[in-house]
């Protein structure tokens, strides 16, 4: 198995491979982003490892763990966003918390 001082493969009990890489920290939340791939061989993880140190090098991944809220504010600070909803409306989902 493949290691280096960022990532590491790791086998699963199926056979398969899985593909862990940290890519440092997130700016807003300060916690630890890691890149995960299951390949189905070795030779393929191999390469995933590569290619995912690669991306984890450039800043150029995609962020898998956003989370509805911060989807939500993307969304209403479009500048592209045709229609405005009413206020109500987007205090609504600014704050869903305030549903329960």
């Known amino acids: 198995m493949a290691n280096t001082a ?3 493969i790791e086998q699963l009990p199926s056979g398969s ?3 862990h890489v940290y890519a440092g920290t997130d700016p807003v939340t300060g916690r630890p982003r890691r890149l ?7 030779a393929t ?3 995933t490892l590569g290619r995912l140190l690669n991306e984890a ?10 989370t509805l809220g911060q989807l939500s504010t ?3 600070k479009s500048p592209t966003l045709r229609c405005r909803p009413k206020r109500r409306t987007r205090a609504t989902f600014a704050a869903p918390s305030r549903l329960c």
């Open 36 to 42: 995960r791939e299951t390949c189905p061989d070795d």
């Open 45 to 47: 993880a191999a390469a």
């Open 57 to 66: 090098d450039g800043g150029r991944f995609p962020d898998r763990a956003a």
């Open 74 to 76: 993307s969304i209403w």
């Open 17 to 19: 491979f899985r593909v």
């Open 6 to 8: 960022r990532g590491h």
